[in-house]
């Protein structure tokens, strides 16, 4: 049983650490998250970061490249605010399309987009939702993606999100979550509800 005298030299020595690693990450400049992984839960943090940046009053850019058939909660939400550019540029998940040129020409369309808020230093942050598929199917080139990336506005925040993100992706990134699917509610005949999946 740990004793109070015990929880408090590690309670100490975690604040000397801690302290320590503040003090050194000084550097002030942009981030590249990439959340990615097979489990729920990717574009949901990235809208949560999206939450978050409205309430640091930030200029916010959306872009989901292959959500788009269906209408989700966060559109819904996050159309309410001005500050909040909003994009839906995909036609749905690739195996509803069932047509590889009009899936590239959608991304293209929605990379587009994305390139034009990426130059812009208007935009505070920027989420790619789903660009993972994207670049994991081809059918945008990683390099010209990493290319824009990197010449973006110093201080411009990035969200991808999406499974199968490729290792050149995840490299450059700054921050990369991996999401671990344990259990999944579809799986087990319940469909998507609202609130949770849409």
Known sequence: MTTDA??????????????????KAQEERGVLVVNTGHGKGKSTAG????????????????????????STGEEAFFRRFPEVDY???????????????????????????????????????????ELNIVLNKQYLPVATVLET??????MQHVC?????????????????????????AFKAGVKAMKGVEL
């Open 6 to 23: 015990d929880y408090q030299r590690q309670a100490a020595r975690k604040k000397r650490i801690i302290d320590a690693r503040i003090e």
């Open 47 to 70: 809208f949560g970061m999206v939450a978050r940046a409205l309430g640091h009053d930030m200029r916010i850019g959306v872009v989901q490249f292959i959500k788009g058939a269906f």
């Open 149 to 154: 990336l990197q010449a973006r506005p110093p």
């Open 87 to 129: 994009h839906v540029m995909g036609e749905g998940f690739t195996w509803e399309t069932q047509n590889r040129e009009r899936d590239i020409a959608a991304a293209e369309a929605a990379w587009a987009q994305a390139a034009k808020m990426l130059g812009d230093a208007r935009y505070d942050f920027v989420l790619l939702d």
């Open 160 to 184: 991808i999100t999406g499974r199968h993100a490729p290792e050149a992706l995840l490299d450059y990134a700054d921050t990369v979550t991996w999401m671990e699917l344990r259990k999944h």
